[in-house]
């Protein structure tokens, strides 16, 4: 059995909830959704989807299970999200009749449809959805006979999803202008060892769910580049250099647990290699998952959360990602290699786009602030979703402790100043307070 097989099925072991009934079998519908979703990961990892790319596809499939338990008449704990963001705006109307007797089978079969569209390799999801109707007819869950209608509604689903994410701006990025590294001390440039060019540069151009001006979020001023002693630029610099020089085991565990770069590369020879990572908002969308089957949600309420997450990670990259090509500032490597020590290395290697705000610290921060509000205070959870990705498993005493580590861990990597962190986390509560405040029945 190979390796990523092998790592396939563990994750599936580990994926635990509460049951429900379908036709004769026990169906655990919140550990299923996890399962079946992981599929859309699993091509995002082969496609290297960007950070910001991989929110955008967990915001659309995401939303396309939520949609058609909406349509199905489920009730949710807080406010309909479709009404609170601009997708408001659109009819959401349903024309497909039939009997649908699991909406639970059709939202996974629009979510798996929606990937098939959305995402370059998604054709390989066309072999998962035979798997699922194989699953679904003998599981009972669905009939020979009501099999067509629950296809239908998920095809309508779909295509209906597909229609807003052609007009969100994305098919346009690849007629703008090109982004250029700026000359001067202070900005950016490719680092190694791949020196990838800069990533999704344009992405503030994307259309955001929830955020209407994305000034109102913009960070405060970063320390100015200069590297005089006692500027707060030269410490933070020396910070990061000496911080790396001195990590004990646990700190240097911190880092990669969080590192999710899905851009990795390592050299084999004259062989570039590419490693498999999940992508910064898979991370947190596998611990979304956790938490559903921890909380034993119902299926309609694990497609609710999975949707408010994804959603709150697409505006977060889009704020995050409009402050990094704005400041345009240089990594850590690049200015230790140039000013201080032509040899150090960080632990983590640095992914390819500006340094400032830190992405992990915003989208972090604001996927916490939304699961806090959800599942509460102090929920504590086990976060085993890097298992997959040959780490261990590691505890959680609550959502809010977790983006805190998460934040920090891109010092210990090597890769990001204290202010693009401090900042990145300030950015991303007022973006999670935000979507919070506009779904949460309990207005705070």
């Known amino acids: 059995m190979n390796r990523f097989l092998f790592l396939s099925l563990t994750f599936a072991i580990l994926l635990m909830g509460s049951p429900s009934k379908a036709g004769s079998k026990e169906v655990n519908w919140s550990k299923l959704y996890a399962e079946e979703l992981f599929h859309i990961t699993e091509v995002m990892v082969t496609d290297v989807a960007p950070p910001p790319v991989a929110a955008r596809i967990y ?44 909406p639970e089978f059709a939202a996974v079969m629009a979510f798996l449809k929606v990937g098939q569209e959305i995402m370059p390799s998604g054709y390989l999801l066309k072999e998962k959805q035979q ?189 995050c990602w409009k402050t990094k090509y704005e400041t345009d500032r240089i990594r850590p490597e690049t200015v230790i290699n140039q000013k201080i020590d032509q040899r150090w290395k960080p632990l983590l290697q640095t992914p390819p786009f500006p340094e400032y705000t830190s992405g992990h610290s915003v989208i972090s921060r604001a996927s916490a602030v939304v699961l806090t509000g959800y599942f509460g205070d102090n929920f504590d959870y086990v976060d085993n979703s890097e298992i997959y990705f040959g780490l261990p498993e590691r505890p959680f005493k609550s959502f809010l402790l977790a983006s805190e580590e998460a934040a920090i861990s891109r010092l210990y990597g090597g890769i990001h100043f204290r202010d693009a962190i401090e900042e990145g986390i300030k950015q991303g509560e007022k973006i999670g307070d935000l979507v919070w405040s506009k779904v949460s029945k309990n207005k705070y």
């Open 59 to 102: 915001a659309y499939t995401s939303l396309a299970a939520y949609l058609v338990s909406k349509n199905q008449g489920a009730r949710f704990e807080n406010d309909d999200l479709l009404e609170h963001s601009y997708l408001g705006s659109y009819d959401w109307g349903i024309t497909t009749s039939g009997q649908v007797s699991s």
């Open 131 to 319: 798997d699922w109707i194989r699953r679904g007819l003998r599981d009972k869950i669905v009939t020979k006979k009501t099999l067509q209608a629950h296809l239908d509604l998920a095809s309508e689903v779909a295509e209906k999803i597909m229609g807003v994410a052609k007009k969100d701006g994305y098919l346009q990025l690849s007629t703008l202008t090109r982004y250029t590294p700026q000359k001067g001390e202070g900005f950016w440039y490719p680092t190694p060892p791949a020196y990838i060019a800069a990533v999704e540069p344009e992405w503030k151009t994307i259309k955001p769910f929830f955020i209407q001006n994305l000034e109102e979020y913009k960070p405060a001023p970063m320390a100015p580049f200069d590297m005089s002693e006692g500027s707060s630029f030269h410490g933070q610099l020396m910070e990061v250099y000496t911080t790396t020089k001195e990590l004990n085991q646990e700190r240097k565990l911190i880092a990669n647990f969080w590192d999710c770069n899905p851009f990795k590369v390592e050299f084999s020879g004259h062989m570039a290699i590419g490693v498999k990572k999940i992508s910064p908002g898979g991370h947190w969308i596998g611990i979304t998952g956790i938490a559903a089957q921890k909380a034993g949600l119902s299926f309609a309420e694990t497609a609710y959360v999975h949707a408010l997450v994804g959603l709150t990670l697409h505006d977060a990259f889009i704020s």
